[in-house]
């Protein structure tokens, strides 16, 4: 208004009023500017510091400090030396583990847990053991596995792992499934509690028949090509259970099927399916080898329930080589381009055409053009009507596990087997 009110009072001929008017203008508005400008930096800088106060104060992984290991459990009385405890007393995450009341009526007394037997393998989030657990009749202790989270933990895996026992709740019961039968969550070291499948995976159960050895711990150790669907069958109703909640398992193969006595195959290694679970879709940070993915993932696409079904028979045609690598003629790094040319598995001289038949419709290329888990479990079905119930499948040679892991692409360690010990 003043600026106005001056302009307007300079004559256009007086040209000091005009410079003069000129100049204010010149100071005075990029002094505003400025300074406004000062102002705003000012209140962001003290937001940015504030933030990054709180942000030390929060509990961090950095925060977690030891404890001595428990002593419900004996692992060192097993012999191993270490301890599987969690070097973590911290009031955070004490707090953090108390407020998890979801997992209350899961919480197994550590004192029922009595003696580790024996340490199965590392899995994803620690050591995999073998362990007793008290029942209330001390002549009748129950063998379950418990999963451990390794030390040291921060407070995202410890989130991890207690959303990993919800999931398992959430899944709730099925017969084809690993079962939950509860958790040690309310003080450190944590552990899931798992039904003990005590036969251990399909491989090594595969390889176990490449031997001489007839029965074993009441198991059969002789394959039948109708046990072959029958155990492809419980797979796949496993499978249609995780679809039926909008999940898929991700990594479907014969070092996640697990064998009882009675020949019933619980999936195990839902690691993936968690992720599905809680991101919608699988991230790339786990491994998976290459020769089991479905071509959408090898080409790092979104995929679904029907990359299970694409992995389904490939754990098939192992089992009726009883538990040969898959396409042992190409390196594993070279499994995209062979798929690519619409190349597809051999069928094995111990392969039905009928069982082929059902196999190929599984590895087609396009994902739609592949049965749903359903679909295929109703074929295995009628074909399990005229299954060869006699002869016993045979692959006279023994399995080497290096070379077996050379060919089939994926790490020695992983092959968590006590084949070579039988
Ligand atoms: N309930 C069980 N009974 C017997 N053995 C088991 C059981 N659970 C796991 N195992 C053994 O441990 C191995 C690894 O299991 P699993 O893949 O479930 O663990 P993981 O590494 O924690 O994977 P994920 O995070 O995907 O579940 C199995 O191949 C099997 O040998």
């Keep these: ?13 007086d040209k000091l009023c005009v410079i003069q008017e000129k100049q204010y203008e010149v100071i005075i508005v990029p002094t505003f500017l400025v300074t406004i400008f000062l102002i705003l930096l000012g209140v962001i800088l003290w937001l940015f510091i504030r933030e990054q106060r709180t942000q030390q104060q929060r509990p961090g992984p950095r925060d977690i400090a030891p404890v001595p290991p428990s002593r419900d459990l004996s692992w060192e009385a097993a012999g191993h030396g270490g301890n599987v405890a969690l070097p973590l007393k911290e009031t955070s995450v004490e707090n953090f583990l108390g407020a998890t009341p979801a997992l209350a009526k899961l919480q197994v007394p550590r004192e029922q847990l009595s003696e ?87 491989l090594n159960f595969l390889w176990t028949c490449r031997r001489d050895v007839m029965t074993m711990d009441g198991l059969l150790y002789d394959l039948t090509e109708k046990q072959v669907y029958h155990i492809g069958k419980q797979v796949l109703l496993a499978l249609e259970f995780l679809q039926d909640k909008h999940l898929f398992h991700g990594d479907v193969a014969a070092r996640n099927i697990l064998i009882q006595s009675d020949l019933t195959a619980k999936l195990c290694g839902l690691g993936l399916a968690y992720e599905v679970y809680t991101r919608g879709a699988i991230s790339s940070t786990q491994t998976i080898p290459l ?105 006279p040679e023994l399995v080497v596990p290096e070379l077996y892991a050379a060919v089939a692409g994926i790490r020695v360690e992983s092959l968590f087997y006590n084949y070579s010990m039988l």
Excluded at 359 to 385: F, H, N, Q, T, Y
């Design 1 to 13: 208004m003043g600026m106005t009110r001056t302009l307007l009072e300079c004559s256009l001929s």
């Design 116 to 202: 580790v037997l024996e340490q199965i393998c590392n899995g994803s989030y620690g050591p995999i053991l073998r362990a007793n657990m008290n029942t209330g009749d001390a002549s009748k202790p129950k063998s379950v596995i418990l999963k451990a989270l390794k030390e040291p933990a921060g407070l995202h895996e410890v989130q991890d792992f207690l959303g990993r026992i919800q999931f398992h709740q959430y899944l709730g019961k099925h017969k084809n499934l690993v079962q939950l039968e509860g958790c040690c969550t309310e003080q450190l070291p944590l552990y899931m509690v798992l039904e003990d499948v005590a036969h251990g995976d399909l």
């Design 291 to 395: 020769k089991w993915l479905a071509p959408e993932r090898l080409l790092l696409k979104p995929a679904g329930i029907r990359a299970d079904v694409y992995e389904d028979p490939t754990v098939l045609i192992i089992f009726i080589t009883t538990g040969a690598p898959p396409y042992p003629e190409v390196p594993p790094a070279s499994i995209l381009q062979h798929l690519q040319k619409r190349k597809i598995m051999k069928r094995p001289s111990s392969c039905t055409r009928t069982m082929y038949g059902i196999m190929k419709s599984c590895w087609c290329w396009r994902e739609a053009g592949r049965p749903s888990p359903r679909e295929l479990r109703l074929r295995l079905e009628v074909a399990i009507k005229t299954a060869d119930d006699k002869a016993v499948l045979q692959v």
